[in-house]
Every structure is written in structure tokens, then in C-alpha cells.
């Protein structure tokens, strides 16, 4: 039964000057998916060109030859496209809004016309530094308005980006440098955030130990703090830039060229290095941010990701500028100085797109209305949500008090490997329900298949995994280094489809619910974690013997880490000792892997073949123990119940 009387319908004034309605979204959808070629060819239109493209679209998910081009013959230059092309019109209209950590360090408007000039410039000292096409260059940086220089000076000279999230620790730094064979990092002396301050150098430094001495290190120095200093390695990127010349020509690219690389966790080994291309994720990311936020030229918009994640480059960067839109760039956290920094920022800065993760919906909600009601937030137009379903309650409170029942709220599904926005309401045509990310955006078709046949089903009432059947332009092409690899995590299960990964539920209104996981991939405050990443970090602790991690239910992050942990023979169980593993896979992966709880398993549920069962670690740290299911292939099915004697609900 359709549930009609649980949907927030759009004003008829949102609508009216929204670009689409109801009947709009659904005409230029069905053209989409009918004629993709014809659809697409118009919106790459959008961009400009250098060489115009006569392919529109190559691509195949049959398994064992999976290939994804789209433009394929065309030309462009990314940086061009979110630049130069807009000075005529833009050179004096604010690009990025600088935000400091401390609100008292007043922020920074820059135009595009400086936007221009110091990308160029950052461009030349890449290029002095033996930066060339195809490179790659790691950027770990704070949120500062070197980062997005920096990503588009790549850009500009066809180097490759590989951005590191600043909250990542050496160790986890220097795989990434290594894998993805960097000649370059970038990085800020520290990191300023939410008061205190990451010594990034110094993390850097610590990386750099762990690879190729040929890697060189750009140092911004942004908050002036001494650092160390190796001669012949580091340079002064600040220093160079005064010197360098602002005119650096866009490089001419092939839309297939590869424009960055963003690690993310899966299910097994290490984290996957994310390709994707020029042409196609720009075009993707431009039409998102447009529709999906009705974005409308003079708005200002801030997404408050950080640009270490996907969410960072494509609506921070990539998809406003290629729109010519006001980005705001913040350094801060939503907690600091007080619970009412995100509201301030609005008010000052007049935001009309707001676009952040549930988690932080939850945190602020916890400190009640009043740090919102503080503020005038009577700019804002749209309210968006990414990272992880969002409950009801903080839908609620998003939309009765932040969006004051007048700002409808875009709840956007997509994944690092999408490039954009796969799932989400365009705000002036469909009507929302609370946690569901709605219908699918132009060209995007996903199915429902049954999780063990594979069948499609094609009921609308339908519950499975969640899979695409064809392609869109903002799609991952390749693992990077490792074809096999994407091939097996994306096309082998179910063959034909896309496999996101995630549990899937269509209700009678055709409206889809995102039900989470079914990987051993958690989502914890929005941030991807593969369990097996954190396991191997806890194994490597010389007083660990075992590890399993799950996640469980946290009311604020969304879902908390849960490591079950056996230890060596000679180990004595401690405080201490749990403290001492703590840290360590904070040192190993960064703060945001920390486990929230540790439990002491003597035993772990095995199969009599040596499996753990994970399901039954799932069960027990959801406080579900009612519906075990069939433990009776356990080798020992007494470690059960000691395991749910000892677990954070029996503590
Ligand atoms: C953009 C981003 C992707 C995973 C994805 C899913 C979860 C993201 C969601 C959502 C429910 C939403 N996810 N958005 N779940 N509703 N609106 O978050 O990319 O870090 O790669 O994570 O996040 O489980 O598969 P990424």
C-alpha cells in the first residue's frame, strides 16, 4: 500500500521556481533511460570542449570484460572547465568561501579571477617540481583553500590526485603513497580543527620513512609552527608560488584520462584505490550539484565534508565550480566553539544549499534547539544528507528546526565508486518520506535482485541488494592498478549488474530505502570502514592472537566499532591493555578506526572448517541474541554464551 500520508510534498512556490516539476523530472527521466546516448550527448554538452566528442557512450558490465567509457573521444581540460571558462562572465563573483576553524579569524572570499591565479601558479610549481601528465600527487592537507588549489592544479597539468584524508595516520599515508605510486605529496605544517591541532608534517615525515626517497613533499605552511625540515626533500609551496608565474595553459585531456584516485574500504584486504575519469564524472558532478540542490547561479552552497572524502571532491569542488557557483570551504567541526558553529556559518555567509552527513545531524540534535534557533537561517533553500541512512527523528528536527518546514530535504544515496548521486528527490518535483533516498537521478537504473538466486525482482514491493543495470557517466572505471579486482568486487556476483554493496528496500510508491550493508563493510559517522581493515591492525598487536570486528548500533555515529578479541596465551586480560589496543589502531589506521568497544573472546564462534561465523558476532553486538539462528555447526557452541555474558549489554 502506497503510504502517501508519510510524504513532505514540495511547496508549489519551491516548485515554481525550482528547475523542474513532478511532470519535468519524470519526462526527462524516462529519456534518459531510453536513450541514453541521445540524453547524455545533451548533457556533456554542458561542458566545455576542447576536441567535441563524437562517442557518447562504450560500455559493458558483462564480467571478465568489463569497460567503461563515456566521451571517449573527446577532449577537455577539468580545471579549464571549472575556471577559465567562467572568468568572462565570473572574475570578480566569489568561487570559494574560506572558513576558518577559529571563528575569529575572519574568512576569506576568493573570486574566481584569484581562484584562476593561484591555481595557475600552483600548477607551475608542480610543473617545476617534474610533475607530468599521468603522475600521481598525494594531497593530505587540511581544509584550506590549498587543497582545492591544489586538486586543480593537478587537474590543470593532467596530473593524477590522490587525496588522503588528514585524519588518516602515517601508516595508513604511506600505503597510499605507495599503492599509488606518488611522486609528490602535498601537505600543510598542522591542521587546525575544532581547536586543537594535527601535526601533518610530522605525520608526513613519518610516512615518507615507509617510501621511495624520490617522493618529494610540498609543505603549505599554513599555521606558521615550526617543522622539521629535510633539504633537498621538502619545499616551501607558499614560497614557490609567489615566484611562479599565474599563467599555466590547461593541459588538452581525453575525457578517459584519469582525473584522481580516492582510496575507500571493501570487504576484504586493503582499501581500493577508486579511479575516475575527466569527462564524464565532471558532467555527472555538474548535473547532480544543479538538480539535486536546485542550484541556481548567486547561491551560495556549502557542503561540510571534508575533500579527503568523495563527497569533498565532487560538491565541494568539482560539481559547484563546474557550475560557477559559490563553495563554501570549512576548516572547523559542527561542535566547535559551541553547537551552533554550522548555524553561525549560515547566517554569515547567507548559505542556501546545505549539505551534511546524519551523524552530525545527531550529535548537534542531542544539544537541543537552541544553538539553532540562535541564528537566522532564513537563506537557506535546500537541505541535503549523505553518508548513511537517516532516522526519522533526526529527519525530523532537520527539517522542523533547521529547515523550519520550509526547506525540503535531499537525501542523496551514492557511493565513492559512483563519481554522484545515484538515489535522491529533486527538491521542486518529488516528495520526500523520512530515510528513504527516494527515485533514482537521470539515467541511473537500479534494480532489486534476490540476494541468494541473483533474479531480478520486479514486483515494486521488493526487498535485496541494491544494483545498477547500466551505466552513468560518473562511474569508477578501474581499481587503480588492479582491473581483476574491480571486476571481481563490482561484476562478479550478480552477473550483468553493478553491486553496490548495499541492502535494498522499494516500497509501493516505487520509492527506494537503503537498509545498509550486506559487506563486511560499517559505516561509522558516515565514514566507510572494511572490518577486515581493522582486524588486521588489532592481529598486528603482539599480544592479540584474534580478532573480529562488527558493527553495532550507536546512537550517534550510527553504527560504533565492536572488536572481539582473543589474546595470547601469555596475555593477561587488562584496562590497560584495552587502552594500549586502542591507541594502537589509532596509530595504525587513524582516530576514526578506534574501536568503541573491545570485548575479551577467550573463543571466537567457529565452523568446524575454522570460519568464523560472523553472524553470530553481528547478533550478539546488536543485542539480538533472541534469534541466534542455527549455531549447531559450531566446533564449540559454548562460546556463545560466554560471549553474551561478557558483552556491552551485560557490562
Ligand atoms: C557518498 C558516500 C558509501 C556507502 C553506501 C551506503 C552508505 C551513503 C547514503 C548511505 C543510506 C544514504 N550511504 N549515502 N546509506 N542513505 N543517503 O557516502 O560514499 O563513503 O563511499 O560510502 O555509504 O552504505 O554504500 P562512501
Given at each position: 500500500m502506497s503510504d502517501e500520508t508519510l510524504m513532505t510534498k514540495p511547496s508549489p512556490a519551491f516548485t515554481a521556481s525550482a528547475h523542474i516539476d513532478r511532470a519535468g523530472y519524470d519526462e526527462m527521466y524516462a529519456r534518459s533511460v531510453s536513450d541514453p546516448v541521445g540524453f547524455w550527448g545533451e548533457m556533456g554538452k554542458t561542458l566545455d570542449w576542447i576536441t567535441p566528442y563524437t562517442q557518447v557512450k562504450n560500455t559493458t558490465f558483462d564480467f571478465g570484460r568489463v569497460d567503461i567509457q563515456w566521451y571517449s573521444d573527446g577532449v577537455l581540460n577539468v580545471s579549464a572547465n571549472c575556471i577559465d571558462r567562467h572568468l568572462p562572465k565570473r572574475?570578480?563573483?566569489?568561487?570559494i568561501i574560506f572558513e576558518p576553524d577559529d571563528p575569529e579569524t575572519p574568512a576569506q572570499h576568493i573570486t574566481y579571477k584569484e581562484l584562476s591565479d593561484k591555481v595557475n601558479r600552483f600548477a607551475n610549481v608542480l610543473l617545476s617540481q617534474?610533475?607530468?601528465?599521468?603522475d600521481r600527487v598525494v594531497i593530505y592537507l587540511p581544509m584550506i583553500p590549498e587543497a582545492a588549489y591544489a586538486m586543480l592544479a593537478c587537474a590543470r597539468i593532467g596530473a593524477i590526485h590522490s587525496i588522503v584524508f588528514a585524519g588518516f595516520s602515517p601508516d595508513a599515508l604511506a600505503n597510499r603513497i605507495n599503492d599509488s605510486g606518488a611522486k609528490v605529496v602535498i601537505t600543510a605544517d598542522h591542521a587546525p580543527r575544532g581547536g586543537r591541532s594535527t601535526p601533518l608534517k610530522s605525520n608526513t615525515d613519518a610516512a615518507l620513512?615507509?617510501?621511495?626517497?624520490k617522493v618529494r613533499c610540498l609543505v603549505v605552511k599554513h599555521t606558521g609552527e615550526q617543522t622539521s625540515w629535510v633539504q633537498g626533500r621538502d619545499v616551501d609551496v607558499k614560497y614557490l608560488m609567489e615566484h611562479a608565474s599565474p599563467e599555466c595553459p590547461p593541459r588538452p585531456m581525453?575525457?578517459?584520462?584519469?582525473l584522481f584516485v580516492l582510496y575507500t574500504s571493501g570487504s576484504t584486504g586493503k582499501p581500493k584505490g577508486v579511479v575516475h575519469t575527466s569527462g564524464g564524472y565532471l558532467t555527472y558532478a555538474a548535473l547532480t550539484h544543479k538538480y539535486v540542490f536546485d542550484y541556481h547561479d548567486g547561491d551560495v552552497f556549502w557542503c561540510?565534508?571534508?575533500?579527503?572524502?568523495v563527497t569533498g571532491h565532487s560538491y565541494i569542488i568539482y560539481g559547484p565550480l563546474a557550475n560557477g557557483a559559490t563553495t563554501v570551504m570549512f576548516?572547523?567541526?559542527?561542535?566547535?566553539?559551541?553547537?551552533g558553529r554550522f548555524w553561525q556559518v549560515c547566517e554569515k555567509h547567507k548559505v542556501n544549499q546545505f549539505y551534511t552527513a546524519p551523524t552530525a545531524l545527531r550529535a548537534l540534535m542531542a544539544h537541543g534547539n537552541a544553538p539553532v534557533e540562535k541564528?537566522?537561517?532564513?537563506?537557506?533553500?535546500v537541505l541535503g544528507t549523505v553518508g548513511e541512512p537517516i532516522n526519522p527523528e533526526a529527519w525530523n528536527w532537520y527539517n522542523?528546526?533547521?529547515?523550519?518546514?520550509k526547506a525540503p530535504i535531499v537525501d542523496t544515496w551514492w557511493q565513492t565508486e559512483t563519481g554522484?548521486?545515484?538515489?535522491?528527490?529533486l527538491p521542486g518535483a518529488v516528495a520526500t518520506k523520512p530515510g528513504s533516498a527516494t527515485l533514482p537521478f537521470f539515467g541511473v537504473q537500479p534494480v532489486i535482485l534476490d540476494?541468494?538466486?541473483?533474479?531480478?525482482?520486479?514486483?515494486?514491493e521488493a526487498e535485496g541488494v541494491l544494483c545498477l543495470k547500466d551505466s552513468w557517466p560518473?562511474?569508477?572505471?578501474?581499481v587503480w592498478g588492479d582491473h581483476e579486482r574491480f571486476q571481481e568486487t563490482y561484476?562478479?556476483?550478480?552477473?550483468g549488474y553493478y553491486f553496490s554493496g548495499d541492502g535494498c528496500r522499494r516500497d509501493a510508491d516505487g520509492y527506494y530505502w537503503i537498509t545498509g550493508r550486506v559487506d563486511d563493510v560499517i559505516n561509522v559517522s558516515g565514514h566507510r570502514m572494511g572490518t577486515a581493515e581493522v582486524e588486521s591492525a588489532l592481529v598486528a598487536?603482539?599480544?592479540?592472537a584474534e580478532a573480529a570486528v562488527v558493527g553495532y548500533p550507536h546512537e550517534i555515529k550510527g553504527q560504533g566499532i565492536y572488536a572481539y578479541v582473543t589474546l595470547m596465551n601469555d596475555q593477561e586480560p587488562s584496562d590497560a591493555l584495552k587502552k594500549e589496543l586502542e591507541v594502537w589502531v589509532r596509530t595504525e589506521i587513524?582516530?576514526?578506526?578506534?574501536?568503541d568497544f573491545i570485548q575479551w573472546a577467550p573463543g571466537l564462534p567457529k565452523?568446524?572448517?575454522?570460519?568464523?561465523?560472523?553472524r553470530i558476532l553481528r547478533k550478539i553486538a546488536e543485542n539480538?541474541?533472541?534469534?541466534?539462528?542455527?549455531?549447531?555447526?559450531?566446533?564449540?557452541?559454548?562460546v556463545v554464551e560466554d560471549l553474551i555474558g561478557n558483552s556491552i549489554y551485560a557490562v
Open positions: 572574475s570578480l563573483q566569489t568561487a617534474g610533475v607530468m601528465r599521468g620513512l615507509h617510501c621511495s626517497d581525453n575525457a578517459e584520462d584519469p561540510t565534508a571534508d575533500v579527503g572524502w576548516e572547523g567541526v559542527p561542535t566547535y566553539p559551541d553547537a541564528y537566522d537561517l532564513s537563506s537557506i533553500k522542523d528546526v533547521v529547515g523550519k518546514g554522484g548521486h545515484l538515489l535522491a528527490p540476494a541468494t538466486s541473483g533474479e531480478e525482482i520486479t514486483t515494486t560518473g562511474q569508477m572505471r578501474t561484476f562478479q556476483q550478480y552477473k598487536h603482539a599480544a592479540v587513524g582516530p576514526i578506526a578506534k574501536p565452523t568446524r572448517s575454522g570460519k568464523i561465523m560472523r539480538d541474541t533472541g534469534s541466534m539462528g542455527d549455531i549447531s555447526t559450531l566446533a564449540d557452541p559454548s
